[in-house]
């Protein structure tokens, strides 16, 4: 094994609060469960640890502020590396010495430094300092930067089922540095000795050159749409067509949710005026009961005092038993200071008045104790209707005014694709008008020599496209597995029929063994690589088929034998990282690292996020 490969230890996002890891080991790592668990952020979060410019915002993504990223070197070296969610430059720890500070690492790329994480990590691949070209009609080259080998070791979902070669990401301009890379991976040669080419031309020409660089970038855009122009605007008229349906739909369901959000506000004000009064009432009939404890305490005192009166009055007189005056020379009035007679005759009026009152009282109390029970038999009437169409709100009207929005707003997005699909014809055209009318005229002015000769050697792609027939053979893939690189499309042709042109699941599947090839064959060959890889949805025949190539091969036993092979092959001197929905075979679960996302909070692991 060559000295100078890499292999992933651990992944950790870190907040104030709470902390996810995850460890990887040597060989082949699978990380598989529920969708939305987060396997795919993941793969991307690796990348950008690798000097990916931004890593995707996810709302699980929140309570983390860092990313920690612990990686070893073959020859011994371990290392640690920090980063903002948010992005920029790198910090980095030597695991091994502890003592050592800190390093900041730029994230920008600069020739033959180690002061940024890309020229780092070149430096412990044996690559830095390396030039690779960029313009095989200029002979300019440029810096070799990790962020060209990342795409080549870690493959996003995304770019496993793409239509074009998987040395290529589909962006004309970068086309060639591209393929460099390929070569330097496979020859170990760079283009540091490319001399520059001199040309004589005119700014006409240049344009030119830019001009069908650009047109060459739209027409890929135009391919991958798939869609001729006539079509595109036939669809803009049955989408206009339809969109005008639906709104006329969505106007209709949303003024019948208006008017039912009203009747509720409206019934809950009602509601709300009935209760107030109830407890109004409430509030009252305790005053008037305790008014009544007082006119009944009143009317047993002044009766009291009505009976005393009376009998004082009646008592006959006698002569004074102390002094023996007679009862005519006796003063009682003077003794009680008042009439007795006119006190019995004033309690009596005072309790017929109190008897008035009190009866006024119990009217007032019977009246509102109707009215409570009025009120309440009200409310109930009013809490009926307000569920009534609280229910018919949430269970039928707002449902469908969401699902009428959701259409629409997906008709719109439809449409914009459209739209923009119409945009890459319209420029074509200008671009092509433009080139013809006022640069094309200008053609002749060149004089240069003749393009650098750039790509894979005949030899190296005959050897290589070797390798991948024998992935393809030890993994059961239908058909005789006969590749070969065609050099035109930068792509693989097997058993005669280009990989791009199958289905999705075939051409993940015939991705992940270039891309596993490309590391094997550095490995037998001496040859540098960052040597690890990552795969994300490399099965992906067996999870979502498109086509009957896909459906093929659900039938065979390819994915037993991938895993298998992956197990056999990949031990401890490389490291394989599979992300996948599906669990591997049974049979191979002794011989692999797995990590299960269970997408549930209670049962396991739940996500790669949530621990």
């Given at each position: 094994?060559?000295?100078?490969?890499?292999?992933?230890?651990?992944?950790?996002?870190?907040?104030?609060?709470?902390?996810?890891?995850?460890?990887?080991?040597?060989?082949?790592?699978?990380?598989?469960?529920?969708?939305?668990?987060?396997?795919?952020?993941?793969?991307?979060?690796?990348?950008?640890?690798?000097?990916?410019?931004?890593?995707?915002?996810?709302?699980?993504?929140?309570?983390f502020?860092?990313?920690?990223?612990d990686?070893?070197?073959?020859?011994g070296?371990?290392?640690?590396?920090?980063?903002?969610?948010?992005?920029?430059?790198?910090?980095?720890?030597?695991?091994?010495?502890?003592?050592?500070?800190?390093?900041?690492?730029?994230?920008?790329?600069?020739?033959?430094?180690?002061?940024?994480?890309?020229?780092?990590?070149?430096?412990k691949?044996?690559?830095?300092?390396?030039?690779?070209?960029?313009?095989?009609?200029?002979?300019?080259?440029?810096?070799?930067s990790?962020?060209?080998?990342?795409?080549?070791?870690?493959?996003?979902?995304?770019?496993?089922?793409?239509i074009?070669?998987?040395?290529?990401g589909?962006?004309?301009?970068?086309?060639?540095?591209?393929?460099?890379?390929?070569?330097?991976?496979?020859?170990?040669?760079?283009d540091s000795?490319?001399?520059?080419?001199t040309?004589?031309?005119?700014?006409?020409?240049?344009?030119?050159?830019?001009?069908?660089?650009?047109?060459?970038?739209?027409?890929?855009?135009?391919?991958?749409?798939?869609?001729e122009?006539?079509?595109?605007?036939?669809?803009?008229?049955?989408?206009?067509?339809?969109?005008?349906?639906?709104?006329?739909?969505?106007?209709?369901?949303?003024?019948?949710?208006?008017?039912?959000?009203?009747?509720r506000?409206?019934?809950?004000?009602?509601?709300?005026?009935?209760?107030?009064?109830?407890?109004?009432v409430?509030?009252?009939?305790?005053?008037?009961?305790?008014?009544?404890?007082?006119?009944?305490?009143?009317i047993?005192?002044?009766?009291?005092i009505?009976?005393?009166?009376?009998?004082?009055?009646?008592v006959?007189?006698?002569?004074?038993?102390?002094?023996?005056?007679?009862?005519?020379?006796?003063?009682?009035?003077?003794?009680?200071?008042?009439?007795v007679l006119?006190?019995?005759?004033?309690?009596?009026?005072?309790?017929?008045?109190?008897?008035r009152?009190?009866?006024?009282?119990?009217?007032?109390?019977?009246?509102?104790?109707?009215e409570?029970?009025?009120?309440k038999?009200?409310?109930s009437?009013?809490?009926?209707?307000y569920?009534?169409?609280?229910?018919?709100?949430?269970?039928?009207?707002?449902?469908?005014?969401?699902?009428?929005?959701?259409?629409?707003?997906?008709?719109?997005?439809?449409?914009?694709?459209?739209?923009?699909?119409l945009?890459l014809y319209?420029?074509?055209?200008?671009?092509?008008?433009?080139?013809?009318?006022?640069?094309?005229?200008?053609?002749?002015?060149?004089?240069?020599s003749?393009?650098?000769?750039?790509?894979?050697?005949?030899?190296?792609?005959?050897?290589?496209?070797?390798?991948?027939?024998?992935?393809?053979?030890?993994?059961?893939?239908?058909?005789?597995c006969?590749?070969?690189?065609?050099?035109?499309s930068?792509?693989?042709?097997?058993?005669?029929?280009?990989?791009?042109?199958?289905?999705?699941?075939?051409?993940?599947?015939?991705?992940?063994?270039?891309?596993?090839?490309?590391?094997?064959?550095?490995?037998?060959?001496?040859?540098?690589?960052?040597?690890f890889?990552?795969?994300?949805?490399?099965?992906?025949?067996?999870?979502?088929?498109?086509?009957?190539?896909?459906?093929l091969?659900?039938?065979?036993?390819?994915?037993?034998?991938?895993?298998?092979?992956?197990?056999d092959?990949?031990?401890?001197?490389?490291?394989?990282?599979?992300?996948?929905n599906?669990?591997?075979?049974?049979?191979v679960?002794?011989?692999?690292?797995?990590?299960?996302?269970?997408?549930?909070?209670?049962?396991?692991?739940?996500?790669?996020?949530?621990?």
């Amino acid at each position: 094994m060559s000295n100078s490969y890499l292999q992933l230890r651990r992944i950790a996002f870190s907040g104030p609060q709470k902390m996810s890891e995850m460890t990887f080991s040597e060989g082949v790592n699978v990380v598989c469960g529920a969708s939305d668990t987060g396997k795919s952020f993941l793969a991307e979060s690796i990348d950008f640890m690798f000097g990916g410019a931004e890593l995707r915002d996810i709302p699980e993504r929140t309570p983390f502020g860092e990313i920690q990223f612990d990686l070893d070197v073959a020859s011994g070296e371990k290392w640690r590396f920090f980063r903002a969610t948010s992005g920029g430059n790198f910090s980095v720890q030597d695991l091994l010495d502890r003592d050592a500070q800190n390093v900041v690492l730029k994230q920008k790329h600069a020739h033959d430094r180690t002061d940024n994480i890309s020229g780092f990590l070149l430096e412990k691949i044996g690559l830095l300092g390396k030039r690779i070209l960029r313009s095989k009609k200029k002979g300019t080259t440029q810096s070799l930067s990790f962020r060209n080998m990342a795409r080549l070791a870690i493959i996003q979902e995304g770019e496993i089922q793409q239509i074009g070669s998987p040395f290529w990401g589909g962006q004309y301009t970068l086309k060639t540095a591209e393929l460099a890379t390929i070569k330097l991976l496979l020859t170990g040669v760079d283009d540091s000795n490319v001399v520059e080419t001199t040309r004589v031309g005119t700014d006409r020409t240049n344009q030119i050159e830019l001009i069908d660089e650009l047109l060459a970038d739209i027409r890929q855009e135009i391919d991958d749409v798939g869609e001729e122009e006539a079509d595109l605007r036939e669809q803009i008229n049955k989408l206009d067509e339809t969109i005008e349906q639906r709104r006329e739909t969505l106007d209709e369901v949303q003024a019948q949710l208006g008017s039912l959000v009203t009747e509720r506000r409206e019934l809950m004000e009602k509601q709300t005026v009935i209760r107030d009064r109830l407890d109004e009432v409430a509030d009252l009939l305790v005053r008037f009961d305790l008014l009544l404890n007082h006119y009944d305490i009143d009317i047993e005192r002044l009766a009291a005092i009505q009976e005393s009166g009376a009998m004082f009055a009646h008592v006959e007189s006698v002569p004074c038993p102390l002094c023996g005056a007679s009862p005519d020379a006796q003063q009682h009035d003077t003794a009680c200071d008042g009439d007795v007679l006119a006190i019995i005759q004033a309690a009596s009026a005072e309790i017929e008045k109190i008897f008035r009152l009190r009866g006024e009282l119990k009217e007032t109390v019977a009246g509102l104790k109707s009215e409570v029970v009025c009120r309440k038999q009200e409310l109930s009437k009013k809490n009926e209707k307000y569920e009534s169409v609280n229910a018919k709100i949430q269970n039928t009207v707002a449902p469908t005014v969401s699902e009428e929005r959701a259409s629409f707003s997906e008709l719109i997005e439809k449409k914009a694709e459209v739209q923009k699909a119409l945009e890459l014809y319209a420029r074509v055209k200008k671009l092509e008008e433009r080139r013809r009318t006022s640069l094309e005229q200008g053609e002749g002015e060149e004089g240069s020599s003749a393009p650098l000769v750039s790509g894979l050697p005949e030899s190296v792609a005959h050897d290589f496209s070797l390798k991948v027939s024998s992935l393809l053979k030890a993994w059961d893939f239908p058909g005789d597995c006969f590749v070969h690189f065609d050099k035109e499309s930068t792509d693989f042709v097997i058993d005669g029929k280009p990989r791009g042109s199958r289905g999705k699941g075939l051409r993940a599947i015939t991705h992940a063994a270039v891309t596993i090839a490309l590391l094997e064959y550095c490995q037998e060959n001496d040859l540098p690589h960052p040597g690890f890889v990552v795969l994300d949805s490399p099965l992906l025949a067996y999870f979502k088929p498109e086509g009957d190539d896909d459906r093929l091969l659900q039938g065979t036993n390819l994915k037993e034998q991938f895993y298998s092979y992956l197990a056999d092959h990949h031990v401890g001197d490389s490291q394989i990282i599979i992300v996948e929905n599906q669990h591997p075979p049974n049979s191979v679960l002794d011989r692999l690292r797995m990590t299960v996302f269970t997408g549930n909070p209670s049962e396991g692991r739940q996500g790669f996020l949530q621990v």
